[in-house]
Protein backbone atom coordinates (compact mmCIF):
# COMPACT_ATOMS: atom_id res chain seq x y z
CA UNK A 1 0.00 0.00 0.00
CA UNK A 2 0.67 3.63 -0.19
CA UNK A 3 1.79 4.16 -3.27
CA UNK A 4 2.25 7.39 -4.77
CA UNK A 5 2.72 8.19 -9.11
CA UNK A 6 3.96 11.13 -10.73
CA UNK A 7 3.76 11.90 -14.08
CA UNK A 8 5.54 12.40 -16.92
CA UNK A 9 8.85 10.93 -15.35
CA UNK A 10 11.09 13.45 -17.72
CA UNK A 11 10.16 16.20 -19.91
CA UNK A 12 11.96 18.49 -21.94
CA UNK A 13 10.91 21.95 -22.93
CA UNK A 14 11.33 25.37 -24.57
CA UNK A 15 12.40 28.17 -22.45
CA UNK A 16 9.35 30.42 -21.85
CA UNK A 17 6.74 27.36 -21.81
CA UNK A 18 4.83 26.12 -19.11
CA UNK A 19 5.03 22.11 -17.87
CA UNK A 20 2.30 20.53 -15.31
CA UNK A 21 3.25 17.71 -13.37
CA UNK A 22 1.02 15.36 -11.50
CA UNK A 23 1.12 13.77 -8.42
CA UNK A 24 -1.18 10.96 -7.43
CA UNK A 25 -1.72 8.77 -4.65
CA UNK A 26 -2.72 5.57 -6.09
CA UNK A 27 -4.52 3.77 -2.86
CA UNK A 28 -5.45 6.14 -0.38
CA UNK A 29 -6.81 9.69 0.05
CA UNK A 30 -4.02 12.69 0.63
CA UNK A 31 -5.69 15.10 1.91
CA UNK A 32 -1.94 17.20 2.07
CA UNK A 33 0.46 16.53 -0.64
CA UNK A 34 4.13 17.59 -0.66
CA UNK A 35 6.25 18.90 -4.02
CA UNK A 36 9.85 19.37 -3.28
CA UNK A 37 12.58 20.05 -5.93
CA UNK A 38 16.44 18.36 -5.29
CA UNK A 39 19.54 19.27 -6.61
CA UNK A 40 22.19 17.28 -7.95
CA UNK A 41 24.07 15.74 -5.37
CA UNK A 42 21.62 17.87 -2.76
CA UNK A 43 19.23 16.72 -0.42
CA UNK A 44 15.23 17.77 -1.08
CA UNK A 45 14.22 20.88 -0.36
CA UNK A 46 9.97 21.38 0.26
CA UNK A 47 8.50 24.22 -1.88
CA UNK A 48 5.03 23.98 -1.33
CA UNK A 49 2.55 21.84 0.95
CA UNK A 50 -0.37 21.38 -0.83
CA UNK A 51 -4.04 21.00 0.83
CA UNK A 52 -6.87 19.48 -0.65
CA UNK A 53 -9.57 21.76 -1.29
CA UNK A 54 -7.43 25.21 -0.34
CA UNK A 55 -4.51 27.06 -1.67
CA UNK A 56 -1.23 25.82 -1.42
CA UNK A 57 1.02 26.61 1.70
CA UNK A 58 4.89 28.15 0.48
CA UNK A 59 8.12 27.78 1.65
CA UNK A 60 10.05 31.09 1.97
CA UNK A 61 11.60 32.17 -0.95
CA UNK A 62 9.42 29.74 -3.47
CA UNK A 63 7.84 32.11 -5.88
CA UNK A 64 3.63 31.25 -6.03
CA UNK A 65 3.00 32.64 -9.27
CA UNK A 66 6.12 30.27 -10.49
CA UNK A 67 5.11 27.56 -9.22
CA UNK A 68 1.04 27.27 -9.46
CA UNK A 69 0.47 23.93 -7.44
CA UNK A 70 -3.50 22.88 -7.32
CA UNK A 71 -4.79 20.11 -4.99
CA UNK A 72 -8.31 19.75 -7.20
CA UNK A 73 -8.91 16.02 -5.13
CA UNK A 74 -8.07 14.18 -2.49
CA UNK A 75 -5.87 11.75 -4.78
CA UNK A 76 -4.25 14.24 -7.42
CA UNK A 77 -2.15 17.24 -6.83
CA UNK A 78 -1.05 19.32 -9.88
CA UNK A 79 2.62 21.43 -9.94
CA UNK A 80 3.08 23.86 -12.88
CA UNK A 81 6.00 25.49 -13.87
CA UNK A 82 4.85 28.51 -15.54
CA UNK A 83 7.31 30.12 -17.92
CA UNK A 84 10.32 27.54 -17.37
CA UNK A 85 13.85 28.92 -17.91
CA UNK A 86 16.65 26.90 -17.72
CA UNK A 87 17.52 27.32 -13.90
CA UNK A 88 14.15 25.62 -13.25
CA UNK A 89 15.73 22.66 -14.22
CA UNK A 90 15.79 19.80 -11.16
CA UNK A 91 14.16 16.95 -10.31
CA UNK A 92 10.38 17.71 -8.74
CA UNK A 93 9.44 14.81 -6.26
CA UNK A 94 6.40 14.73 -4.61
CA UNK A 95 4.83 13.32 -1.21
CA UNK A 96 1.35 12.51 0.13
CA UNK A 97 0.63 11.66 3.65
CA UNK A 98 -2.39 9.47 4.49
CA UNK A 99 -4.92 11.16 7.05
CA UNK A 100 -4.66 10.48 10.64
CA UNK A 101 -2.01 9.64 13.07
CA UNK A 102 0.88 7.28 13.86
CA UNK A 103 2.59 5.68 11.08
CA UNK A 104 0.00 7.62 9.03
CA UNK A 105 1.86 10.84 9.83
CA UNK A 106 4.70 8.94 7.25
CA UNK A 107 4.80 10.60 3.73
CA UNK A 108 5.28 8.41 0.70
CA UNK A 109 6.92 9.44 -1.94
CA UNK A 110 6.60 9.81 -5.87
CA UNK A 111 9.11 8.57 -8.29
CA UNK A 112 10.18 12.21 -9.26
CA UNK A 113 9.98 13.95 -12.51
CA UNK A 114 12.85 14.89 -14.38
CA UNK A 115 12.68 18.44 -15.85
CA UNK A 116 14.71 19.88 -18.29
CA UNK A 117 14.33 23.52 -19.55
CA UNK A 118 16.50 24.53 -22.80
CA UNK B 1 22.98 26.33 9.32
CA UNK B 2 21.51 22.57 8.64
CA UNK B 3 18.96 21.61 11.01
CA UNK B 4 19.74 17.89 10.27
CA UNK B 5 23.38 16.20 9.56
CA UNK B 6 24.17 13.21 7.96
CA UNK B 7 27.66 11.38 7.96
CA UNK B 8 29.52 10.00 6.35
CA UNK B 9 28.40 11.96 2.97
CA UNK B 10 29.65 8.76 1.16
CA UNK B 11 30.89 5.42 2.16
CA UNK B 12 32.18 2.31 -0.02
CA UNK B 13 32.40 -0.92 1.46
CA UNK B 14 32.77 -4.38 0.84
CA UNK B 15 29.86 -7.04 0.25
CA UNK B 16 29.58 -8.39 3.44
CA UNK B 17 30.55 -5.83 5.79
CA UNK B 18 28.46 -3.88 7.53
CA UNK B 19 28.07 -0.08 8.23
CA UNK B 20 26.61 3.02 9.93
CA UNK B 21 25.11 6.15 9.03
CA UNK B 22 24.29 8.47 11.21
CA UNK B 23 21.86 11.55 11.42
CA UNK B 24 22.09 14.13 13.88
CA UNK B 25 19.58 17.06 14.41
CA UNK B 26 20.62 20.16 16.47
CA UNK B 27 17.05 20.37 18.18
CA UNK B 28 14.62 17.65 19.54
CA UNK B 29 13.64 15.53 17.25
CA UNK B 30 9.27 14.80 17.44
CA UNK B 31 9.65 11.94 15.07
CA UNK B 32 12.50 10.84 12.73
CA UNK B 33 12.01 8.92 9.52
CA UNK B 34 14.71 7.09 7.18
CA UNK B 35 14.48 7.02 3.14
CA UNK B 36 16.52 5.39 0.46
CA UNK B 37 16.45 6.83 -3.07
CA UNK B 38 18.46 5.86 -5.98
CA UNK B 39 19.69 8.44 -7.85
CA UNK B 40 17.08 9.77 -10.30
CA UNK B 41 14.36 8.04 -8.48
CA UNK B 42 11.79 8.93 -5.63
CA UNK B 43 12.36 8.42 -1.84
CA UNK B 44 11.67 4.74 -0.77
CA UNK B 45 10.32 4.67 3.22
CA UNK B 46 12.54 2.75 5.42
CA UNK B 47 11.23 2.94 9.07
CA UNK B 48 9.86 5.82 11.38
CA UNK B 49 10.81 6.27 15.09
CA UNK B 50 9.51 8.14 17.57
CA UNK B 51 10.22 7.26 21.45
CA UNK B 52 13.68 8.23 23.09
CA UNK B 53 15.87 4.78 22.81
CA UNK B 54 13.33 3.48 20.21
CA UNK B 55 14.98 0.33 18.12
CA UNK B 56 13.28 -0.93 15.29
CA UNK B 57 14.58 -3.40 12.50
CA UNK B 58 13.77 -4.81 9.24
CA UNK B 59 15.49 -7.30 7.22
CA UNK B 60 19.35 -6.13 8.07
CA UNK B 61 18.62 -2.95 8.54
CA UNK B 62 18.16 -1.27 11.95
CA UNK B 63 17.19 2.10 12.98
CA UNK B 64 17.93 3.58 16.60
CA UNK B 65 17.24 6.66 17.94
CA UNK B 66 18.89 8.01 20.99
CA UNK B 67 17.79 8.80 24.77
CA UNK B 68 17.40 12.80 23.73
CA UNK B 69 16.01 12.39 20.52
CA UNK B 70 18.31 14.01 18.58
CA UNK B 71 20.19 11.68 17.01
CA UNK B 72 19.62 8.44 14.79
CA UNK B 73 21.95 5.92 13.41
CA UNK B 74 21.21 3.20 10.21
CA UNK B 75 23.13 0.19 10.58
CA UNK B 76 23.49 -2.33 7.89
CA UNK B 77 24.77 -5.89 8.41
CA UNK B 78 26.36 -7.95 6.09
CA UNK B 79 25.81 -5.13 3.23
CA UNK B 80 24.73 -6.25 -0.76
CA UNK B 81 24.51 -4.87 -3.80
CA UNK B 82 21.05 -4.09 -3.38
CA UNK B 83 21.68 -1.93 -0.45
CA UNK B 84 23.65 0.65 -2.65
CA UNK B 85 22.24 3.70 -3.03
CA UNK B 86 21.44 7.50 -1.38
CA UNK B 87 20.05 7.05 2.68
CA UNK B 88 18.04 10.41 3.64
CA UNK B 89 17.06 10.85 7.15
CA UNK B 90 14.02 13.49 7.78
CA UNK B 91 12.34 14.92 10.88
CA UNK B 92 9.78 16.70 12.50
CA UNK B 93 10.65 19.04 15.24
CA UNK B 94 9.18 20.12 17.79
CA UNK B 95 7.84 23.39 17.60
CA UNK B 96 8.20 23.39 13.93
CA UNK B 97 4.79 22.80 11.42
CA UNK B 98 3.28 18.98 12.09
CA UNK B 99 3.36 18.49 8.48
CA UNK B 100 6.89 19.57 7.52
CA UNK B 101 10.03 17.24 7.21
CA UNK B 102 13.36 18.70 6.92
CA UNK B 103 15.74 16.78 5.43
CA UNK B 104 19.47 15.56 6.22
CA UNK B 105 22.84 15.97 3.56
CA UNK B 106 22.23 12.46 2.79
CA UNK B 107 24.57 9.72 2.69
CA UNK B 108 25.81 8.10 -0.73
CA UNK B 109 26.47 4.08 -0.03
CA UNK B 110 28.20 2.03 -2.57
CA UNK B 111 29.13 -1.62 -1.91
CA UNK B 112 31.25 -3.11 -3.82
CA UNK B 113 31.02 -6.89 -4.74
Known amino acids: GAVVSQHPSRVICKSGTSVKIECRSLDFQATTMFWYRQFPKQSLMLMAT?????????EQGVEKDKFLINHASLTLSTLTVTSAHPEDSSFYIC??????????????FGPGTRLTVL | SQELEQSPQSLIVQEGKNLTINCTSSKTLYGLYWYKQKYGEGLIFLMMLQKGGEEKSHEKITAKLDEKKQQSSLHITASQPSHAGIYLCGAKHYGGATNKLIFGTGTLLAVQP
Open chain 1, 50 to 58: SNEGSKATY
Open chain 1, 95 to 108: SARPPGRGLADTQY
